[in-house]
């Protein structure tokens, strides 16, 4: 099994980070200590060619799959059989008359020639916003060895090869140069549905001394025919002498060596395509912005992403020094599951083997063996690689998927995330607790053994398919017609549904939420009231409007929940959640959208205080809810919690406030409190459309979409009053209209 491109060595356990970007190995054992630097895109790989040695290889980069997606290939696929003959049109032999074909086409950019399915810009943006147009440069290769051309009737591309660009705006360690690889691939049998992959490599040429006459020096599909007339395909990259990884190749064994993105930029790719992708993505990127606009029957699609640094896994060791539990996986596993740099090595005894594991990152061997190999490597990482790419998932990775996510059209949703293992398929949906789940898992140190490995994990989900996967009307038990001037919705009822604000939910509300209806009660000291309530009235954070109640947790393999910042928006149809400063090794993301918002509440008796949470929390008989007062003198402000709190002498009582402007929101407190100058009151509407109800809280809020301003109206009878809330209130039987 070919393992790996580049020169090898016997791997290093420990690893102290120099410059951002570059380390240098220690020696410790059987490590060959190496002089100079290494960059991380640049780390040579540990698989090495030494009886006796054995190891496990997790690695996700672009190149580590073999370079394919850098190759424009089409092909013909017997329907049921395996003979393929590479084409250079859908409309001539063999192509035009197959049963099936499928083609991948590495797009080319956008000019006065070619004006559809092409790359229309690239672009940098610094973290202070300011934004640098890319300048095509060149084809890189100019030709590639299996390009074909495409045919705009049957919406298929031209394949040609990766493009070079130059974005002066964003200048890496080694240069300007980035190599842009955007592909679209499909098929005869499924009507020609596209899928779709980016990745942005930041690239400087190197002139190797690759020899052609003996070896591959540029990515290509080979053609084989048998005997019988049978044909096979067979990818063959290209093999460096020098001591490098090449992530692109052009002619003349030249190169281009993956590096490190700089530090604080995000990146913009501009596609225009001939058809919307369809399927769900997953990329290496953080803080993702994907956009489809199809008009006329063609798609604008724009890419929009920070790069994230992904960790990669090695660890080696000669046959006697690996533990005990490690040598007996070789034993059970090798040569069914095991790799080797020696042919034919991997069946013979220990001591004369040489074996190693490289698990596909989706699948569960690969969190399986990480967790079997996290002592040996001191679970920390062997290199840490910057990536920018997204792409399509393939049929065989949705087995597990919904069938809202199957059978829908277009793209469905996006994971991204920079954990080195992760879930195959979409996020998984919890039909009992109705959470997106997705599990993760990372070593927990990076390379010095010492900083935490910090997690990013972004998911983007249709609102369409977020509606058939939680069936918001159900959850929310709105109305069945609230047009109907006979329908009424009580403002009660919404809030008991709705929630406007995203929430921070600690163990305790996790498991009151998922097992316990009745909700959990823990006590609590009057001191840590006041000083968590005394806390809040510091400058917050701006929350966006989203859709009911979210809970965003990040949940361990020991199931305590771990801390992380998470957000949570609706824009554009889409629903965008962010867990941000997570830990690894071995987490779980849940996701959860529309249900019954989880509540606190403080109850008081005498001077016993009870936390109580719950979908609808209730004090325990004897308590009271304890309310917050705001006492002001002065400069001076003191909380006072009670059934009826009363401010101290000289103290005044004050009212508290939120104000907004932009994304800045801040609490004010005063006897008569007023927004700051340029900040407004924030304020909540609800909002309906359909069965699905949302509240909306912010400055100024307005109703998204197709969704309409509900009303309200304060109904009395007596001295009892009731809000009604609808599209057309009406007071219910009895009730009168309180003016």
């Known amino acids: 099994m070919n393992t790996g491109i580049g020169s090898f060595f016997k791997v290093a356990t420990v690893v102290v980070a120099l ?83 499928f083609y991948r086409a590495v797009l080319a950019p956008c000019s006065t020639t070619v004006t559809i399915d092409c790359i229309e810009s690239v672009s940098s943006a610094s973290s202070t916003g300011d934004m640098v147009l890319g300048i095509f440069k060149e084809m890189f290769p100019k030709k590639g060895a299996n390009e074909f051309d495409g045919s705009v009737q049957s919406k298929i591309p031209m394949g040609r090869t990766p493009s070079l660009w130059t974005l002066s705006g964003a200048p890496h360690a080694f240069g300007s140069e980035y190599a842009v690889l955007v592909s679209v691939a499909g098929d005869k049998i499924s009507g020609n549905k596209r899928s779709l992959a980016a990745n942005i490599i930041p690239i400087s040429v190197r002139q190797t001394t690759c020899d052609p006459t003996t070896a591959y020096c540029l990515d290509t599909y080979r053609q084989a025919i048998d005997s019988a007339g049978n044909g096979s395909l067979r990818f063959a990259g290209a093999m460096p002498s ?7 190749w052009t002619e003349g064994s030249k190169c281009g060596l993956g590096h490190a993105f700089p530090v604080g930029f995000s990146y913009t790719v501009k596609v225009r395509l001939a058809s919307e992708p369809v399927g769900w993505l997953h990329g290496r990127m953080e803080d993702p912005s994907i956009t489809f606009v199809t008009t006329d029957g063609k798609t604008d699609v724009t890419i929009s992403a920070k790069p994230v640094r992904v960790p990669s896994v090695a660890g080696t060791g000669m046959w006697d020094s690996l533990p005990v539990k490690l040598q007996q996986w070789f034993t059970d596993n090798c040569p069914k599951s095991c790799g080797t740099r020696v042919d034919g090595s991997t069946s013979l005894a220990p001591l004369q083997r040489n074996a190693f594991s490289t698990p596909v990152v989706y699948r569960q061997a690969a969190f399986d063996e990480l967790k079997l190999w996290t002592e040996y490597i001191k679970d920390s990482a ?3 690689t910057s990536q920018w790419r997204v792409r399509t998932l393939a049929a065989d990775e949705m087995g597990s998927a919904s069938e809202c996510i199957k059978n829908a059209s277009g793209v469905t949703g996006i994971v991204t995330t920079n954990s080195l293992l992760y879930s195959e398929g979409p996020p998984t949906f919890d039909t009992t607790n109705k959470t997106l789940n997705y599990k993760v898992a990372s070593p927990h140190f990076e390379k010095d053994g010492m900083t935490e490995f910090k997690g990013v994990y972004n998911l983007t989900v249709r609102d369409d398919i977020a509606e058939c996967l939680y069936k918001f009307s159900e959850a929310f038990a709105a109305p069945k017609n609230v047009f109907a001037e006979e329908e009424e919705y009580f403002e009660q009822d919404v809030e008991q549904y ?21 909700g959990i009660v823990e006590e609590v000291s009057l001191e840590s009231v006041k000083s968590e309530e005394s806390a809040s009235i510091l400058a917050e954070p701006a929350k966006e409007p989203v859709v009911a109640r979210v809970a965003a947790d990040v949940i361990t393999e020991l199931l305590k929940t771990a801390a992380v910042d998470t957000t949570i928006d609706l824009l554009d149809g889409w629903f965008k959640f962010s867990a941000k400063r997570f830990t690894f090794s071995s987490p779980t993301l849940k996701v959860q959208m529309g249900l019954r918002p989880m509540k606190s509440v403080t109850c008081i008796s005498g001077s016993l205080l009870k936390k109580v949470s719950a979908s609808i929390p209730k004090c325990p008989l004897g308590f009271s809810p304890a309310v917050t007062q705001y006492c002001i003198k002065g400069k001076t402000m003191t909380v006072v919690v009670g059934v009826k709190p009363q401010c101290a002498k000289k103290y005044v009582s004050a009212t508290a406030i939120k104000c907004a402007k932009g994304v800045s929101v801040k609490r004010v407190i005063a006897v008569k409190p007023v927004c700051p100058r340029g900040f407004g009151l924030v304020s909540s509407i609800v909002c309906i459309k359909g069965n699905a109800v949302r509240r909306v809280t912010m400055a100024s809020p307005t109703c998204a979409g197709s969704y309409t301003k509900a009303v309200t109206l304060s109904c009395a009878k007596g001295k009892k009053i009731q809000s009604v809330t609808a599209l057309i209130p009406k007071c219910p039987k009895g009730y009168k209209v309180k003016k």
């Open 242 to 248: 020098d001591d490098v990884r090449c992530s692109v």
């Open 382 to 384: 062997f290199a840490l």
């Open 498 to 518: 709705i929630e406007s604000t995203e929430e921070t939910f600690d163990d305790t509300s996790v498991e009151a939420e998922f097992s316990d209806e009745e």
């Open 19 to 101: 410059l951002a970007g570059t380390s240098v190995l220690i020696t410790t054992g059987n490590v060959l200590a190496v002089d100079a630097p290494v960059e991380d895109e640049q780390m040579p790989n540990p698989m090495v060619a030494t009886v006796g040695l054995h190891g496990l290889v997790l690695e996700d980069t672009a190149k580590s799959a073999g370079g394919e997606t850098s190759v424009s290939v089409m092909a013909t696929s017997k329907i049921g059989g395996n003979s393929q003959f590479l084409c250079t049109s859908v409309e001539a032999a063999p192509c035009a008359t197959a049963e099936n074909y």
